[in-house]
């Protein structure tokens, strides 16, 4: 046999292996170098998970899809900073409200540009308003937020720069509406280039582009993988001082990715999941931003579940009981949890009138047996020497899949049942069926949910939560209705004066807590991990991202 | 041809690892230092199956090696040398169950359509042709959806993407074997059908589907790895490898015990497998011998 | 015979390590081969005589085969001693060698064209064509297709030789689709087509039909006649041999046996075993009733008999060939034996024909 | 039979196997007790309208088969609906990914394919020698690996470690891509003369095709071993050898060709296998490419999303087989097309 072939290709594979370590040595040793100084330094990269479903404020009502809108568009009215509270001109100079608080009259900045260099005037403000409620998404209904108090009559040009909204019905929160990204400003121009308006049919074109007045615009969108926004030269707000030229917001599904893109400096700002906080804590050029948010964390109980002693308020206040809320809050959420009373979270108008913010119900395993052995559920199957309760029918805890948190408090209520001597089955299923199980079947006993607020009123969260299908509550199909709740929800609904609210709360209180349909589980944490060299970031709830304001140093 | 075999070093840590797997498998009550409990529970088609549950110990989250856990723990406090003894058992069982179900669908089927040819031929070539058209991890991912979470019915998804390539297998042997001259021996002295095909052709036509099935007990775990790492593995709070492979992988930056032993359980036991496979490859194809 | 033999090999020595043990195919192998003429080497299945060739071709696979010690002297040059790249240069040009089997000895992907004309551009000048390597790659390429070109048609003029009727054709077909015969015909052709100076057959017509063997052996005789190429036949064909060999050895288990001219050989075998071989085969013209048969059967190589290693199955043995193993001695001219009792053998027909009867 | 006759016989036979994968498919996803479209339309605040939009759009509310009638009804159009979890038609999306699949599953195979028959020809021809014992425990350990464990573990080394190569993506951050031309990013580079993309491109693609690859790697270098061993023993390579074939060429020219035959086919197979690794590879370097696509939407249940994936894939599978049979038939003249 030849040897010479075989060894001129050992030789080749030798020649191979050296070449790459060099590559490798002489790589790392630049890289390394760099590692000190800022990546990127006139780029903001972001990693999150999911990706925009459009970028057409018409259309957009997933926060994706609004934080690119936000920045790419302006609004009559906008929030600066992290101040919820305050609302501030934006592409609106000032404004005047009549007497009747229905005729709003809006005076526009007379310098503003689109990204395509076409002045902005009352023209497309109207045509920006009316073509949300013409379009009316199909596949978003958004525009149910400019239909709150708008119509298309609502919007009159009086001159080039000043604009009238006469609202259909008085709403005191307006100018918070005309905040929100739906209430963006269009250029007609481009639009009725561009397919113009269609009722009742999203604007396909727009979907994936769009001229705005916004500081940014879009520079590409790579499905699945990032939107890339550079600024836009025409901004009237300028481009002295510092600002990041260029942002990216990338999706990565894979936590890991997103956490070594942090550490490497790919990334300036990222998501990280609760259990992974504690990788970046306490690292150098690291930072965890920790904000209190209004997103809750649920357990839902089926009153009509085809377990009939679901039925029965006693069994659900024993549950209620047998819930451990220092755990969930511990070990599933690493402490970027905070106790929740009842509907109305901290932070929020009202909240104390939730038993002044002490929760009525702790984990107690003792008082869960006292209820139940009062109410007649007692241990009385015998199966291999353990006794259950219910003649061992089993409750069904489900969680969606992928949710770690969930996961931990269900397993972990799973074994607090089970030493309370009630049989239960764990299981998880995706997004679609979990769906389909809370509101087309009563085949579950306990579910755990979360919810956002869509505005920052109290109401946001305790109509839907324990007002009555009948009454356009009951979200969750806990199936759970209470007429004097509904009137309570109803009265704070409707009155003005904050002692008759704060009454009517304290009322509604009073019964759903002893009733329970749900567990108030607590009140996530906001958190993202974020590199100290990102400057000009606040968290501001209602606005989430603001590029505008960002600086690399 | 065992000398052979007890020669090759490869197929003898092969061998060795397997067996390693099924006493540890067998006897995990005495290996483990922590054991689940069974609990009865009622399925929503109203029939009962047992369900394997571990204590959680919140308190001892995530605690790294120590004599006390060998393996150390994970989210849940519970001991990962315990649930990767148990697990020896959930592997060994999707493994098995899942390659002698679909080898035995493939060896019916594939033995039908190439014994008798024709338009069963066709037709059963055609399906075999859809099902190997879409890619098997997709399709598992469906038929694993669709059928919700639990140990069984990964095994289910992943049968209904296996059988087809050991029925294509089959039918290759069997029609080679089909024209060879001692069944047409057997033909001609007028032997049944069914006797042609379970003496004659059956036991010729094993040997390379053996190695076949060796090899293939080990991509079963890992598809079974994958299917976890997705989402759509075992029931949560079992103790499979896979499940705890993807729910410790983003653990990995401050707990690399979670996903490194049983990464390295899954690892071993695969390479087990195709150790053996290759080994009795190499003993049962005399062509590769010298 | 004055003039220096064109192939001798001296007590060639070839083992085989496999896992159950070492094979000792071939013990201290010994003969010569002239220019021009056939030498037949015969014996039955597994007793060296494929690796005695392959071993002077060198092409005994390595591992498990290995050339222990020996020399194989090839015009004076000994084969052993020589680096590997002076044997591919003698192989398929000064020596070649036509395999068994036609069905598999044929490189199933290439046509049988290409397969000679292989043969034809690493041996043969084709000085029609310029050769020289320019560095001008495109020129090259040029002069490579135009030397591949005319050593194609060569190939084809040497499926005409060994008279293929249609070598246009056969030689752009593949192996599979030819007959077996025609393979062996295309394997001469491929063969010869260097003009060698010596060819080792190795059961070239075994796998053949009666009539096309003849044929195979024919075309044989005659491209030997024409370019006087010498042949080294192998085959436990007895009949070819008679036919085709002017002197012939015998092999059992890695010995040369017996070696002479053929009329000697078949006239007045000396040794037992060729004595054995040449009763068992069946002979139309002579009128036998039956045939001999040789008790047992050719020993393990791993661990042969000591002494004379046919001696188990031996009549004639005594003590002495179970621990010696007999020297070839010239018992006539042209004659060697390998037996100790080759005297008692020659003389014994009598008494062993009364065993018999 | 002529080759273009055969080729369209081939392709006709797609028919039976689109009009199967849709059927399983279908099936499959369509069964579950599940709510897509309030999924699509956000969930617990999914607006009313919104959602019987949507279960309006997919005929949600009429019988199974009908569902299906209105699907293929659609897909004779050449209509694949729309994507929900994408909000765009499901065709756009996969004009999006499938370059960007195709890309990573090609740069995988041409890492796997050569370096797997030229360490299957080594291992082969130095059998029981150390650099076979080597490349046979590649081999092993290439095919006992889980694939995602080896994409966290390069990423973690070559990404943070040593970070020499990208962690994620088709291209630098925020790095334009080029002129879609193709939509594989390295063609596009080459075509606008992009040396910055291409570069990228090219970096972006190591790790990822490693991964992929490494696998298929492992398959065909075992597989390249055990048929160039039992070539290197054939009758014929003595032939060559006996024809004083300088012993190269009687490697490369004799014994390589008869040994690809069998590698042929197991490349054509791994095509399958590639693509459900890649699913896993995509997700965990962010790859915008179909795999992660379909896994999303068979989680998400986005029915169109996840039947226009397997109809491409079932026509690549279809046209990869083809391929590799043509390729079989050129390589060995036994083969005769449409025979058997």
């Not at chain 2, 490194?260 to 390479?271: C, D, N, R, S």
């Amino acid at each position: 046999m030849e040897r010479s072939s075989v060894r001129s290709m050992k030789a080749c594979a030798i020649a191979l292996l050296i070449c790459a370590v060099l590559l490798m040595t002489s790589l790392s040793g630049c890289v390394q170098q760099n590692q000190t100084t800022i990546k990127n330094p006139t780029t903001y990269v972001r990693y999150d998970i999911g990706e925009p479903k459009t970028l057409d404020p018409a259309e957009a009502y997933d926060s994706a899809s609004c934080d690119i809108v936000n920045n790419m568009y302006d609004r009559l009215v906008t929030y600066h900073g992290n101040d919820t509270l305050h609302i501030y001109p934006s592409l609106a100079l000032n404004w005047t409200v009549a007497s009747d608080q229905l005729t709003w009259t809006f005076h526009l900045r007379h310098d503003v540009l689109f990204s395509n260099g076409d002045p902005m005037n009352a023209t497309d403000v109207k045509y920006s308003f009316n073509r949300v409620i013409t379009v009316n998404s199909p596949d978003s209904s958004v525009a149910w937020i400019l239909e709150q108090c708008m119509n298309l009559n609502s919007t009159t040009i009086i001159d080039p720069y000043t604009v009238q909204i006469k609202l259909t019905n008085t709403y005191g929160g307006f100018l918070a509406l005309l905040a929100f990204s739906v209430a963006s400003i269009v250029d007609m121009k481009t639009v009725e280039a561009n397919g113009g308006i269609v009722a009742n049919t999203d604007n396909e074109w727009m979907k994936e582009n769009g001229v705005g007045t916004g500081p940014y615009q879009l520079d590409h969108w790579t499905h699945n993988s990032e939107v890339v926004l550079a600024k836009n030269l025409n901004y009237w707000g300028g481009w002295s001082g510092q600002h990041v030229d260029t942002v990216v917001v990338k999706s990565a599904d894979e936590a890991s990715t997103r956490i070594l893109a942090l550490e490497n400096g790919d990334a300036d700002f990222a998501y990280i999941p609760y259990g992974n906080l504690v990788d970046i804590n306490n690292k150098t050029g690291l930072f965890t931003v920790q904000e209190p948010s209004y997103n809750v964390v649920l357990g839902l109980f089926d009153t009509v579940s085809s377990n009939k002693f679901m039925a029965d308020k006693e069994v659900r206040r024993a549950l209620s009981y047998a819930f451990n809320y220092q755990s969930a809050i511990d070990d599933a959420f690493n402490s970027y949890l905070y106790r929740l009373p009842g509907c109305i979270p901290k932070g929020m108008p009202y909240y104390n009138t939730q038993n002044n913010g002490t929760s009525v119900y702790n984990y107690n395993l003792a008082m869960a047996d006292q209820i139940l052995n009062q109410s007649g559920y007692l241990r009385d199957f015998n199966f291999k020497g353990t006794y259950y309760r219910f003649n061992n029918t089993a409750i069904r805890l489900w969680y969606n899949s992928g949710n770690a948190e969930r996961q931990k408090m269900a397993l972990s209520f799973q074994q607090a049942l089970t030493d309370l001597g009630i049989n239960s089955i764990v299981s998880t299923e995706g997004w679609p069926q979990y769906l389909n199980r809370m509101y087309h079947t009563n085949e579950w006993d306990f579910m755990f949910l979360g919810w956002m607020p869509d505005y920052n009123d109290p109401d946001d969260y305790i109509a839907p939560f324990v007002g009555s299908a009948a009454n356009g509550g009951d979200t969750f199909h806990t199936g759970w209705a209470n007429a004097s709740v509904d009137s309570y929800i109803n009265q704070g609904k409707y009155t003005v004066d904050p002692t008759a609210r704060a009454a009517a709360y304290t009322a509604a209180f009073n019964i759903y807590i002893n009733d329970p349909s749900m567990i108030f589980i607590g009140q996530e944490t906001y958190t993202r991990g974020m590199r100290t060299w990102l400057h000009g970031y606040s968290y501001n709830p209602v606005l989430e991202y603001y590029y505008y304001d960002y600086y690399k140093a | 041809m065992l000398h052979l075999f007890r020669r090759s070093l490869l197929s003898m840590i092969g061998l060795v690892l397997i067996l390693f797997l099924i006493i540890v498998a067998l006897f995990a009550p005495l290996i483990a230092s922590e054991h689940p409990s069974y609990v009865e529970v009622q399925t929503e088609q109203g029939t009962t199956r047992v369900e394997e549950r571990w204590e959680i110990h919140f308190d001892r989250k995530l605690q790294s090696p120590s004599l006390q856990h060998l393996f150390g723990t994970d989210d849940y406090g519970r001991d990962i040398f315990s649930m990767i003894v148990y697990g020896s058992q959930t592997s060994l069982r999707i493994c098995l169950m899942v390659v002698i179900i679909s080898t035995l669908a493939g060896i019916i089927l594939g033995g039908l359509a190439g014994y008798f040819g024709g338009v069963i031929d066709e037709v059963l070539m055609r399906i075999t042709d859809v099902f190997l058209a879409i890619p098997y991890l997709i399709l598992a991912l469906a038929v694993a959806a669709a059928l919700g979470r639990s140990i069984d019915h990964i095994m289910e998804a992943m049968i209904i993407t296996w059988w087809p390539s050991y029925a294509r297998l089959f039918r290759g042997q069997v029609l080679a074997i089909r024209e060879q001259q001692y069944v047409e021996a057997a033909r001609s002295v007028g032997a049944s059908n069914s006797r042609i095909l379970f003496r004659h052709i059956l036991p010729n036509s094993i040997a390379p589907l053996i190695v076949e099935i060796t090899l293939d007990l080990g991509a079963v775990l890992l598809v079974a790895a994958g299917l976890s790492f997705i989402g759509l593995g075992a029931s949560p709070g079992t103790a499979e490898w896979g499940l705890m492979i993807s729910e410790g992988r983003t653990l990995m930056f401050h707990a690399w015990w979670y996903v490194t032993f049983p990464g390295l359980a899954i690892l071993f036991v695969v390479l087990g497998f195709n150790l053996l496979g290759d080994g009795l490859r190499d003993v049962t194809d005399p062509k590769l011998r010298r | 015979m004055t003039e220096t033999p064109l192939l001798s090999i001296r007590d060639l020595k070839t083992y085989f390590y496999t896992y159950e043990g070492v094979v000792k195919a071939l013990e201290a192998t010994s003969f010569d081969i002239w220019k021009g003429e056939t030498f037949g080497l015969i014996g039955e299945t597994g007793c060296g005589k494929s690796v005695t060739a392959l071993s002077v071709m060198q092409l005994i696979p390595q591992p498990p085969g290995r050339i222990m010690s020996g020399s194989i002297l090839f015009n004076g040059v000994d084969l052993l001693k020589e680096p590997e790249k002076t044997l591919q240069q003698l192989r398929g040009c000064a020596i070649s060698m036509i395999f068994q089997e036609p069905m598999t000895a044929l490189n199933p992907v290439y046509n049988i064209g290409r397969q000679i004309a292989e043969v034809i551009l690493l041996h043969k000048d084709l000085t029609e064509v310029p050769q020289k390597n320019t560095r001008n790659p495109i020129t090259h390429r040029r002069i490579q297709r135009a030397r591949k070109k005319r050593a194609f048609e060569k190939a084809i003029e040497a499926l005409d030789m060994v008279k293929i009727s249609d070598p246009k054709k056969v030689a752009r077909q593949y192996p599979h689709e030819l007959s077996g015969g025609m393979r062996q015909r295309a394997m001469i052709a491929m063969m010869l087509a260097c003009d060698p100076d010596l060819l080792i057959a190795d059961e070239p017509t075994t796998a053949l039909d009666v009539t096309v063997q003849a044929q195979i052996l024919d075309l044989m005789k005659e491209l030997q006649h024409r370019k006087g190429t010498a042949i080294w036949l192998i085959t436990h064909n007895l009949g070819v041999i008679a036919e085709m060999c002017d002197r012939v050895g015998v092999m059992y288990a890695g010995y040369i046996v017996e070696i002479g001219k053929t009329e000697k050989i078949f006239e007045n075998p000396d040794h037992p075993y060729t004595r054995g071989l040449l009763r068992s085969i069946p002979l139309i013209m002579e009128e036998r009733q039956r045939l001999e048969i040789i008790p047992g059967s050719v020993p393990n190589l791993i661990t042969p008999p000591e002494g004379c290693r046919f001696h188990p199955r031996c009549k004639y043995q005594m003590d002495i060939c179970k621990t010696c193993a007999p020297p070839l001695v010239e018992v006539e001219p042209d004659h060697c034996v390998a037996c100790h009792r080759f005297a008692d053998v020659k003389y014994s027909v009598v008494g062993e024909e009364e065993k018999h009867g | 039979m002529k080759t273009w006759e055969y080729i369209v016989r081939r392709l006709i036979l797609l028919i039976p196997v689109i009009i199967g994968v849709t059927i399983i498919t279908f099936t499959v996803s369509h069964v579950i007790p599940a709510d897509p479209a309030r999924a699509f339309a956000g969930g617990p605040k999914a607006q009313p309208e919104a959602i019987a939009h949507i279960r309006a759009e997919l005929h949600l509310d009429e019988p199974l088969w009908k569902q299906y009638f209105f699907y293929l009804n659609d897909l004779i159009h050449l209509n694949l609906g729309k994507s929900y979890l994408e909000n765009r038609p499901v065709l756009e999306s996969l004009r999006d990914y499938f370059p960007a699949t195709f890309e990573l599953t090609m740069v995988a195979m041409l890492i796997a394919v050569p370096l797997g028959i030229i360490g299957g020809i080594i291992s082969a021809i130095k059998q029981n020698k150390i650099s076979d014992h080597f490349s046979r425990i590649i081999a092993i350990v290439g095919y006992s690996l889980p694939i995602f464990w080896l994409a966290l573990m390069l990423q973690y080394l070559f990404a943070y470690l040593v970070p020499i190569l990208p962690l994620e993506g088709r291209l630098s951050v925020g790095m334009v891509p080029p002129t879609t031309i193709t939509g594989f990013y390295v063609i596009d580079s080459i075509l606008t003369g992009n040396v910055a993309t291409l570069s990228s491109s090219l970096l972006h693609l190591i790790l990822p095709a490693f991964t992929l690859g490494f696998s298929t790697l492992a398959i065909i270098l075992r597989m390249t071993r055990s048929s160039m061993l039992e070539v290197m023993s054939a009758d014929y390579i003595r032939t060559a050898r006996a024809k004083g074939v300088p012993e190269r060429k009687v490697i490369y020219q004799h014994g390589l060709r008869n040994a690809l035959i069998p590698t042929l086919t197991v490349i054509g197979l791994q095509f399958g296998a590639l693509l459900s690794g890649a699913v896993l590879t995509e997700t965990i370097f962010n790859w915008p490419g179909m795999g992660r696509f379909a896994a999303n939407a068979v989680l998400g249940l986005d029915f169109n999303s996840v039947m226009g994936f397997t109809l491409i894939v079932a026509i690549i599978y279809v046209i990869a087989n083809l391929i590799v049979d043509l390729l079989y038939a050129m390589v060995d003249p036994r083969v005769k097309l449409g025979g058997g």
